[in-house]
């Protein structure tokens, strides 16, 4: 039987949660645990019961430390994961309802990724953020960062690739809320109790708008099919064979 290394949970009225129980790896994303965020995410976007959805880590050490470079694939197999990324990526900026990300540890690539694919982010005071495509190549990064803290400082971020913590991302206005690490879930959790007071159909509506507002649907296709092909005809992701 396969691992189960996303783990659902309802909460509260209107509030799921998500959290990735790969601690050992760090939530390092590996093909099998994509597979399970986006069915998840696709049965939770369908439940109109669904105000909240807080997305969040079994481990305070890490939310997600990014692609799992340790999974053996071949090129198709690594073609095939960029593919799911990318639909992965698509699936949190389309979730229907607010989405809260808890910020804890390593926070890097995909996970920087999802996080700012979320509406509202959640820091503890462990956090380690960073967007580390330029190091790798990776075209990928500006589509979700851009409209949340301007062209230069993505720029900044994106070029150097260099990590911040929870003082710096809450100066750039990254964070709704921080706390200690054992605490950031609570915090989180709050936050989305406080949201979820409200009409389900009137925050979908608000949700959809602001994704209009932003046009951030176009920008991340657009960045999707730019990752999927650096994997498809260039360098790619490194792997293991």
Not at 36 to 53: K, N, P, T
Not at 101 to 123: F, K, M, S
Not at 137 to 144: E, K, L, T, Y
Not at 200 to 229: H, P, Q
Request: hydrophobic share 50%; with cysteine; net charge negative.
């Amino acid at each position: 039987m396969a691992t189960k290394s996303v783990l659902r949970e309802r909460v509260g009225d209107g509030v799921d949660v998500l959290r990735l129980d790969r601690p050992q790896a760090r939530n390092a994303l590996d093909s099998a645990t994509i597979d399970q965020l986006l069915a998840a995410l696709d049965d939770l976007a369908a439940d109109g019961d669904v105000r909240v959805l807080v997305l969040s880590t079994t481990s305070e050490r890490a939310f997600c430390a990014g692609a799992d470079l340790a999974e053996r694939l071949d090129r198709a197999g690594g073609v095939a994961r960029m593919e799911a990324f990318a639909r992965l990526y698509a699936a949190v900026e389309a979730f229907p309802a607010p989405t809260v990300c808890v910020c804890v540890g390593n926070c890097v690539g995909a996970g920087a990724e999802i996080a700012a694919g979320c509406d509202l982010r959640v820091g503890g005071d462990n956090l380690r953020l960073s967007w580390p495509g330029a190091r790798l190549g990776v075209p990928i990064g500006p589509a979700r960062l851009v409209p949340l803290v301007g062209l230069a400082v993505a720029k900044e971020l994106i070029f150097t690739g260099r990590t911040i913590g929870m003082e710096e991302a809450r100066e750039l206005r990254l964070l709704a809320r921080c706390a200690p690490a054992a605490e950031a879930e609570a915090q989180a959790l709050d936050l989305a109790a406080g949201i979820a007071a409200h009409p389900s159909a009137g925050l979908r509506r608000l949700k959809a708008m602001f994704r209009e507002y932003e046009d951030l649907a176009a920008r991340v296709a657009d960045e999707n099919g730019r990752l999927v092909a650096f994997q498809r005809d260039d360098a790619g992701l490194p792997m293991r064979a």
